[in-house]
């Protein structure tokens, strides 16, 4: 999650555990999980492949 933010993600809230965020270059994410909790592998590569999407 702070990887997003250091990128320039807003987290807009959530429902639940849930949290979105949405990047100035309409780049969209959605992650489960609590704040807290530990990113599991796919979160991790998602996260890196959405940061990419916002440097194109």
């Given at each position: 999650?702070?990887?997003?933010e250091?990128a320039?993600?807003?987290?807009r809230?959530g ?9 100035s ?5 959605t ?5 807290g ?8 590569k ?11």
């Amino acid at each position: 999650m702070k990887e997003l933010e250091r990128a320039g993600f807003v987290d807009r809230g959530g429902k639940g555990s849930h949290r979105n965020y949405m990047h100035s270059s309409d780049v969209i994410l959605t992650l489960s999980g609590h704040p807290g909790d530990d990113a599991k592998p796919y979160q991790i590569k998602l996260v890196k492949e959405k940061i990419k999407e916002t440097l194109t």
